[in-house]
């Protein structure tokens, strides 16, 4: 992805870079045991700096290969929801899916419906 510096050098306006680049959303608390009551996320990258057990986020709507990052910097694992109505991998519609304790998931719309896949870091 492209680093706001780099698209400025270019003569890019600095708010047209950011919004090319993706937003950042730090030091996020996880919420709720449910996609009902988790906490709804807004920004394209996403660090949760805070889980309680059972925690958890969910994805923004999104359209056809975009893409969500979430960090889990946490003491719990992190459960990711999608939009209503949506799964993520193979899962069930609307299951959380599970990010490990210092592990990074990217998540990338395979349709308009909030069907996604993820790629899970190592």
């Known amino acids: 992805m492209a680093q706001v510096q780099n698209l400025m050098a270019f003569s890019t306006p600095p708010l047209l870079a950011q919004a090319i680049v993706g937003e950042v959303a730090n030091n996020l608390t996880a919420a709720g045991t449910t996609q009902a009551n988790a906490l709804k996320l807004s920004a394209v990258n996403n660090i949760v700096t805070t889980t309680a057990a059972s925690t958890g986020v969910q994805l923004p709507a999104t359209g056809t290969g975009d893409g969500i990052t979430v960090a889990n910097l946490g ?6 929801y999608p939009v209503t109505g949506g799964a993520i991998q193979t ?8 990010v490990g304790v210092g592990k990074t998931a990217v998540f990338t719309a ?13």
């Open 75 to 80: 003491a719990n694992a992190l459960l990711v």
């Open 91 to 98: 899962g069930a519609a609307n299951a959380g899916f599970s």
């Open 110 to 122: 395979r349709d308009a419906n909030g069907n996604m896949i993820a790629v899970l870091s190592a």
